[in-house]
T-cell receptor, first 112, second 114 residues
């Protein structure tokens, strides 16, 4: 158990809908990262928050957004969903800089 | 731009045999390097990491990796593979100037023959 908790574990939704994925980082970790794992794109970094502020942005679509709350949990919002958004979404947390990231079990999103 | 290449998409080894998974990276500065393992339906578990110092690093489950700057490589090794090692392995480079975001390789799926 990495100490990073993601909910829900599985999500099935229709195209055009909006979903929210939730992540609780390890106790004491200030940084939260979101990654997407898909068959065609592999594991890709989406976005990082540090203590409530956006720190780095990767290949995140404009339809996607994230935030980190004062209690340090984070949410990833995916809107206007398309079939191609079906993927495993991972959250990770760390105490930066120069330390490893610990990953949650992921949320498997299926868009039908 | 930074990148990580894992040349072997699939590898099959016999139980008890030695294992080496290859990883090459492209990064402008001194990299932070990681190996993660993903079992089916599971998240990513850190096997080992290299930040600085001794270029041979030991990890969990009997794995080790060697950082070779001249070859831009960080290959993962295990002297004797167990059936439970069957999983997908990912090499990653961390961007220490950008708060540790990771760039991952495409992964190597390891199958273990009895």
């Amino acid at each position: 158990d990495s100490g990073v908790t993601q909910t829900p574990k599985h999500l099935i939704t229709a195209t055009g809908q909006r979903v929210t994925l939730r992540c609780s980082p390890r106790s004491g970790d200030l940084s939260v990262y979101w990654y997407q794992q898909s068959l065609d794109q592999g594991l890709q970094f989406l976005i990082q928050y540090y203590n409530g502020e956006e720190r780095a942005k990767g290949n995140i679509l404009e339809r996607f957004s994230a935030q980190q709350f004062p209690d340090l949990h984070s949410e990833l919002n995916l809107s206007s969903l398309e079939l191609g958004d079906s993927a495993l979404y991972f959250c990770a947390s760390s105490v930066p800089p120069g330390t490893e990231a610990f990953f949650g079990q992921g949320t498997r999103l299926t868009v039908v | 731009a930074q990148s990580v290449t894992q040349p072997d998409i699939h590898i099959t080894v016999s139980e008890g045999a030695s294992l080496e998974l290859r990883c090459n990276y492209s990064y402008g500065a001194t990299p932070y390097l990681f190996w993660y393992v993903q079992s089916p339906g599971q998240g990513l578990q850190l096997l080992l990491k290299y930040f600085s110092g001794d270029t041979l690093v030991q990890g969990i489950k009997g794995f080790e990796a060697e950082f070779k700057r001249s070859q831009s490589s960080f290959n993962l090794r295990k002297p004797s593979v167990h059936w439970s090692d069957a999983a997908e392995y990912f090499c990653a480079v961390g961007h220490n100037n950008a708060g540790n975001m990771l760039t991952f390789g495409g992964g190597t799926r390891l199958m273990v023959k009895p």
